[in-house]
């Protein structure tokens, strides 16, 4: 079993459409979790960015971090079809600077 | 500014060739990392430098497979006598400073087939 794993979709929702994309990870260790989004043949790029439990929130976009279930999520509302790209879900521990990345889910939104 | 940049974006070998894939981080950033993404998966570590020092090579697949970053700026992954499971994006990223307080910049990768 990997440490973080993400449902690789794909995903395909209508413009306007709330998005949620969720993790699991199975490491306890693990204190930092960010989201990536990565479009075709491009680097992954950082989008949020939380330490521990709670929720963030940047202009269209939350995460959500809850450490009693091991549990993360990304939440895009009145998405847009520049939104499509693969969103890949990733954490760390406190002392580790190694990021472990789940697989990545496959977003289209559709204008 | 100029964000991580690598070379080639694609690169095609045979089997048993040698590769070199180049990462220039961000200029004055301290902290390079290299990540190896397979398709339809996340990227997976390899190596960690601060500056010049290779702190970190746990990630790297076979001993096949080497970096370096002689003067703590542009760094080189060389794999030697590729093979059919090294094919695969390698990304490169980069921190300012202390790899555990700083975003990692991820550039746009090199793709390399190994046919």
């Known amino acids: 079993q990997k440490e973080v794993e993400q449902d690789p979709g794909p995903l395909s929702v209508p413009e306007g459409a709330i998005v949620s994309l969720n993790c699991t990870y199975s490491n306890s260790a693990f204190q930092y979790f960010m989201w990536y989004r990565q479009y075709s043949r491009k680097g992954p790029e950082l989008l949020m960015y939380t330490y521990s439990s709670g929720n963030k929130e940047d202009g269209r976009f939350t995460a959500q971090v809850d450490k009693s279930s091991k549990y993360i999520s990304l939440f895009i509302r009145d998405s847009q079809p520049s939104d499509s790209a693969t969103y890949l879900c990733a954490a760390r521990g406190g002392s580790n600077y190694k990021l472990t990345f789940g697989k990545g889910t496959l977003l289209t939104v559709n204008p | 500014g100029a964000g991580v940049s690598q070379s080639p974006r694609y690169k095609v070998a045979k089997r048993g060739q040698d590769v070199a894939l180049r990462c220039d981080p961000i200029s004055g950033h301290v902290s390079l990392f290299w990540y190896q993404q397979a398709l339809g998966q996340g990227p997976e570590f390899l190596t960690y430098f601060q500056n010049e020092a290779q702190l970190d090579k746990s990630g790297l697949p076979s001993d096949r497979f080497f970096a370096e970053r002689p003067e703590g700026s542009v760094s080189t992954l060389k794999i030697q006598r590729t093979q059919q499971e090294d094919s695969a994006v390698y990304l490169c990223?980069?921190?300012?400073?202390?790899?555990?307080?700083?975003?990692?910049?991820f550039g746009p990768g090199t793709r390399l087939t190994v046919l």
């Open positions: 990223a980069s921190s300012l400073a202390g790899p555990m307080t700083d975003t990692q910049y």
